[in-house]
């Protein structure tokens, strides 16, 4: 892993570390651009996501899993199925731009919930399918599913630690079927763990600093303007 690769991976894990999502929602895209492949971006990012997960489910006193459990039954099979479609689909269009279009997408209907605070999704279930398809075929879930998971309260911790549940089981969901399915997996970065568990330490007194609108404005903003920076980039 080169220092870029890893000084992008630290950025990424300690956006994650204070929002719950970041590290999948900012860091495909970027190494998508990079030029890697998309089961070679699961294979870098998901260990790391999986450690920042765990580190956010331990340290939450007060754990439920209920949401969990709703996760497992509704989003896991479509997940998969996303998952088999990339592996056909991935030759055949550019993932890229295609990535870029559903960060862009998430992070306006994000904002509309903001701007309408009324905003419900009325089924959680045909939410979480939905779900688990967006995640296997973009990596790119976490909005969603911070969108479902923020959909019955504004604490941020209870956001937070119900989007780790939903990531640490995605996460190992694609591991799995990346290692018995399509035989890629690639464990060699795990030499680097002590990043995101470094970086989620040091978090978390800015985590507890911010208020909990401001903190989803600001990664909604940062990723609206990510997104269509990535799109312009792809076309050139």
Known sequence: MTFLELSIISVFCFVQSI?????????????????YGYFDVLNILLPFSILIS??????????NFKFASKIFIFSVPTLVLGLILVKFLESRINFTSFVSVFLIAFSIINFLKLKKKSFKIRNINIGLVILGIVHGLTNLGGSLLS?????????????RFHIANGYLIFATIQIFIINFFFKKLELSYLKFV????????????LFKKIENILYYKMLNLFALFYGFYILINTFR
Not at 19 to 35: E, H, Q, V, W
């Open 19 to 35: 929002f719950g999502i970041g590290l999948l929602l900012l860091g495909t895209p970027t190494f998508l651009l990079l030029g």
């Open 54 to 63: 765990l580190s956010q489910i331990i340290s939450y006193r007060e754990k």
């Open 147 to 159: 969108l479902i998971a923020s959909n019955s309260t504004t604490e941020k911790n209870i956001i």
């Open 194 to 205: 002590w990043v995101p568990l470094i970086i989620f330490f040091i978090s978390q007194y």
